[in-house]
């Protein structure tokens, strides 16, 4: 399996502190995506990595890829309370192929 | 900016009733995709079509699931005969290449009695 998987499962920080979720998947990948989902909403697309990239920036976030070690970091800068929320980690593998998801982080800041 | 659609956001069926769920897709994108989301649980890769056939689909979408795209702009998934395991959120997505970013709809909510 392909799956990524986020840790930790869960995070609570006090706003204006940074938040770093971690994904770690099995096999090679052509890129890696994290996304947003809000209690039982739908999932907003944040940041594609590709394999032969190491670091995207979008914003406050920030986004690691590490292939030698399968993982990738997610880091948000400054959390607000509006960043609480479900972060998930898919990977791609090369050709046309779905994404794979991991189980998430669920996100919470303290106002 | 172009999103993803999906009708309806809530459908409540009695378990053997078939049900559609619609997607509009974003208009210049190629590449469709159907995943679910049982509450609580990761997003589950169902289907992807592309030049009006299936072009991958997963263990989950057997014989009971069906997707179509009818005209220019929706894409549909079928369930033919709903079990109360098919309860799950249901998102719809595309993009507009292969290897490129997945833009999700806000997904249908299936409830099955």
């Known amino acids: 399996s392909q799956q990524g998987e986020e840790d930790p499962q869960a995070l609570s920080i006090q706003e204006g502190e940074n938040a770093t979720m971690n994904c770690s998947y099995k096999?090679?990948?052509?890129?890696l995506q994290w996304y947003r989902q809000n209690s039982g909403r739908g999932l907003v697309h944040l940041i594609l990595?590709?394999?032969?990239?190491r670091e995207k920036h979008s914003g406050r976030l920030r986004v690691t890829l590490d292939t030698s070690k399968k993982s990738s970091s997610l880091l948000i800068t400054a959390s607000r309370a509006a960043d609480t929320a479900s972060y998930f980690c898919?990977?791609?593998?090369?050709?046309?192929?779905?994404?794979?998801f991991g189980k998430g982080t669920r996100l919470s800041v303290i106002a | 900016e172009p999103e993803v659609t999906q009708t309806p956001s809530h459908q409540v069926t009695q378990m053997g009733q078939e049900v559609i769920l619609r997607c509009v897709p974003i208009?210049?994108?190629?590449?469709f995709y159907w995943y679910r989301q049982i509450l609580g649980q990761k997003v589950e890769f169902l289907v992807s079509?592309?030049?009006?056939?299936?072009?991958?689909k997963s263990e989950i979408f057997d014989d009971q699931f069906s997707v179509e795209r009818p005209d220019g702009s929706n894409f549909t998934l079928k369930i033919r005969s709903t079990k109360l395991e098919d309860s799950a959120m249901y998102f719809c997505?595309?993009?507009?290449?292969?290897?490129?970013?997945?833009?999700f709809g806000p997904g249908t909510r299936l409830t099955v009695l």
């Open positions: 997505a595309s993009s507009e290449a292969r290897q490129a970013i997945q833009y």
């Open positions: 096999t090679s990948i052509n890129n």
């Open positions: 990595i590709r394999s032969n990239e």
């Open positions: 898919a990977t791609e593998k090369s050709g046309n192929t779905p994404l794979v």
């Open positions: 208009s210049n994108h190629l590449y």
């Open positions: 079509f592309y030049n009006n056939e299936i072009s991958e």
